[in-house]
């Protein structure tokens, strides 16, 4: 068994190993109506894929010039696919350049005095050129001799797929038809075999074709065609499809967004105490203590306190706050809620009388800016400045505070949905998400918002905030009960799956009384051999000429060093031999290749260099 398996295997590679021979064997003489054989050989059928076929679609013979452009580009066609060629036209330029949807035609020999043409059908069905701006096309290089010596002879093959692949590419956009069964290159010749497949529809405006264009259109369009399906209908009615009970269930995801803006007050406040409060803009100081000059009388040494009460209602709007200025005739220390900040004129640490004499004869001042906004939390706060004063004195301590008064956002995602798609019962039916449908009769539209900006809040204190979503509604279709078809018991299997080993094979069956009866017994999987760790490849490189074009002009020109390589990865021989085309060295022998970091780094910087060779003035 195992060898037929392997016999059978190795007969498919040989015939569906890579995408020449799959097209080769199948596709080309499928659309042609040639013969395709079993994997085996042993039997041939002619299919009829086609309504109609022919064998020459396109011709295009090409003739370079001296100066490397192709001087002359003649197309020859078989609009009808009858078999004969009725058509044949010349293109009015030389090409220059060629693009993947189109040519440039410049001075011949130079890339100067550029234009730009990008391949159409007209309403007869003919290939035109079509002039317009370079933005327009992609993929384009130079051939003539400003770019290198005899590209175009030395490249036909590629030169002639990549001018061909454009006009092929115009005629199939245009009509849905036709398709392509292969395409051969002899000499300065390229043939297409063409044929004309898609139910063989007489009008080229398929209705199929329309959902590439409108792909919203196809849930409402199935919907339709399920209404009108007897086999539809059947399976909808059948004891199946009326067995479950289902119930719709509407929830959404809300992104909900309160703005505010608050004053200095409503941040922080003095409630009781002090006596001064300055605002100046979003800051504020508040004093406390006596600024007059020997107003306190303290006798030999009295103690006079004075106490503040700050009311903090959004600590998470203070900036900064510190004690930024203290002086006192003569001694003086400061509190708040109960924990010593500050001293002087020289440190005094105890609830008792200064540690020195109370008579200074003079007044100390202080500017400390000790940070304060750790202790200023949600709630209020006591600050006690006490003034040790022999005979008379003064005393003021300063608290400044810096606040944030702007306009700020605070939101939160309210999902309303978190407990119904939790159910495994249900399954998401439709979603809109800020007036998109993503999802209809349980099915992906393929659309997807775009990030969106609003401006919310007041006229006072507007906030612009851009963010993926703002509302998502959702439906849940959920299967209640299933009163008519049982569930199937599934307990066999469970039980040989948890029970059974590599080398054990465990069972559990039921006989007709209920009884359960357990049963264990040998199993082995038979022996797979090994397997290669990969399939052998090698890395090599080709000189190349970069003859790449872009709205600047050549590539080329506009690097210190054009000189470039073609990058080519190669199946190695059964001997592990690197099959190297000619001008090819290898750059990597025959081995288990990964150069997937190197080409995630390509592609990165592909997507970037493409993201702004897009940026143009040209309206879109």
């Given at each position: 068994m195992e060898d037929r398996a392997r016999a059978a295997a190795t007969a498919s590679r040989a015939k569906t190993s890579d995408s020449d021979t799959l097209r080769q064997n199948y596709v080309t003489p499928g659309l042609a109506g040639q013969p395709i054989s079993t994997i085996d050989s042993s039997k041939s059928f002619n299919p009829n894929l086609s309504c109609q076929k022919t064998a020459t679609l396109m011709e295009v013979i090409v003739q370079p010039s001296g100066t490397g452009d192709l001087g002359a580009v003649k197309i020859a066609r078989d609009t009808d696919l009858d078999g004969t060629v009725d058509t044949q036209t010349s293109l009015p330029v030389p090409v220059s350049g060629i693009c993947a949807n189109g040519v440039i035609a410049c001075m011949p020999g130079t890339w100067n005095q550029c234009r730009y043409f990008r391949w159409a059908v007209d309403a007869s069905g003919a290939l035109t050129l079509k002039e317009g701006e370079m933005t327009e096309l992609a993929g384009c290089y130079c051939i003539n001799n400003s770019c290198g010596s005899n590209l175009a002879w030395n490249n036909l093959p590629s030169v002639l797929g990549d001018l061909g692949g454009g006009m092929v590419?115009?005629?199939?956009?245009?009509d849905p038809r036709i398709g392509v069964a292969a395409a051969q290159v002899d000499g300065p010749v390229i043939r297409y075999v063409g044929a004309q497949t898609t139910a063989c529809a007489a009008d080229k405006t398929l209705p199929q074709s329309a959902y590439l264009a409108n792909p919203v259109t196809l849930a409402g369009d199935a919907a339709v065609a399920s209404s009108g399906s007897s086999v539809f209908q059947a399976l909808t009615n059948s004891p199946a499809g009326l067995g479950k009970v289902r119930q719709l269930r509407a929830c959404t995801?809300?992104?909900?967004?309160?703005?505010?803006?608050?004053?200095?007050?409503?941040?922080?406040?003095?409630?009781?105490?002090?006596?001064?409060?300055?605002?100046?803009?979003?800051?504020?100081?508040?004093?406390?203590?006596?600024?007059?000059?020997?107003?306190?009388?303290?006798?030999?040494?009295?103690?006079?306190?004075f106490k503040m009460t700050l009311q903090v209602d959004?600590?998470?709007?203070?900036?900064?706050?510190?004690?930024?200025?203290?002086?006192?005739?003569?001694?003086?220390?400061?509190?708040?809620?109960?924990?010593l900040i500050a001293s002087g004129e020289w440190p005094w640490l105890s609830n008792g009388y200064p540690p020195g004499d109370c008579e200074q004869g003079r007044t100390f001042e202080q500017r400390p800016n000790i940070d304060l906004k750790p202790m200023l939390t949600k709630g209020n706060h006591e600050i006690w400045l006490r003034l040790g004063v022999g005979d008379v004195g003064e005393g003021i301590a300063q608290i400044h505070v810096d606040t944030d008064t702007r306009c700020q956002s605070t939101e939160r995602v309210v999902d309303q949905?978190?407990?119904?798609?939790?159910?495994?019962?249900?399954?998401?039916?439709?979603?809109?998400?800020?007036?998109?449908?993503?999802?209809?009769?349980?099915?992906?539209?393929?659309?997807?918002?775009?990030?969106?900006?609003?401006?919310?809040?007041?006229?006072?204190?507007?906030?612009?905030?851009?963010?993926?979503?703002?509302?998502?509604?959702?439906?849940?279709?959920?299967?209640?009960?299933?009163?008519?078809?049982?569930?199937?018991?599934?307990?066999?299997?469970?039980?040989?799956?948890?029970?059974?080993?590599?080398?054990?094979?465990?069972?559990?069956?039921?006989?007709?009384?209920?009884t359960v009866a357990v049963s264990t017994r040998p199993f082995t999987l038979?022996?797979?051999?090994?397997?290669?760790?990969?399939?052998?490849?090698?890395?090599?490189?080709?000189?190349?000429?970069?003859?790449?074009?872009?709205?600047?002009g050549v590539v080329a020109s506009q690097q210190n060093a054009p000189a470039s390589h073609d990058t080519f990865y190669h199946v190695c021989?059964?001997?592990?031999?690197?099959?190297?085309?000619?001008?090819?060295?290898?750059?990597?022998?025959?081995?288990?290749?990964?150069?997937?970091?190197?080409?995630?780094?390509?592609?990165?910087?592909?997507?970037?260099?493409?993201?702004?060779?897009t940026c143009t003035t040209a309206v879109r």
């Open positions: 590419g115009a005629l199939t956009t245009a995801i809300e992104r909900q967004v309160m703005v505010t803006k608050r004053s200095v007050p409503e941040i922080i406040d003095r409630i009781s105490g002090g006596y001064n409060t300055v605002i100046r803009g979003s800051s504020v100081d508040f004093y406390l203590g006596e600024p007059r000059d020997n107003v306190n009388h303290g006798g030999n040494c009295g103690l006079i306190d959004a600590p998470e709007r203070i900036v900064a706050a510190g004690l930024v200025y203290l002086a006192a005739d003569d001694w003086a220390q400061l509190r708040v809620d109960g924990q949905c978190g407990a119904i798609a939790g159910d495994a019962r249900c399954h998401l039916d439709t979603e809109t998400v800020d007036g998109v449908d993503t999802f209809r009769n349980g099915v992906k539209t393929g659309l997807t918002p775009l990030v969106q900006t609003r401006v919310l809040g007041s006229a006072e204190c507007p906030v612009q905030l851009t963010r993926p979503f703002f509302e998502r509604n959702r439906t849940y279709a959920c299967t209640l009960d299933s009163n008519a078809m049982a569930e199937p018991d599934l307990s066999r299997g469970t039980y040989i799956l948890d029970h059974s080993t590599e080398t054990i094979l465990a069972d559990q069956t039921r006989a007709a009384d209920g038979p022996d797979r051999g090994t397997v290669p760790a990969c399939e052998p490849i090698c890395k090599t490189r080709a000189p190349s000429a970069n003859t790449g074009a872009a709205p600047a021989s059964a001997d592990n031999v690197c099959p190297l085309e000619p001008g090819e060295e290898i750059v990597s022998a025959c081995g288990c290749l990964d150069d997937f970091p190197e080409a995630v780094a390509m592609m990165q910087a592909v997507r970037l260099a493409g993201a702004d060779m």
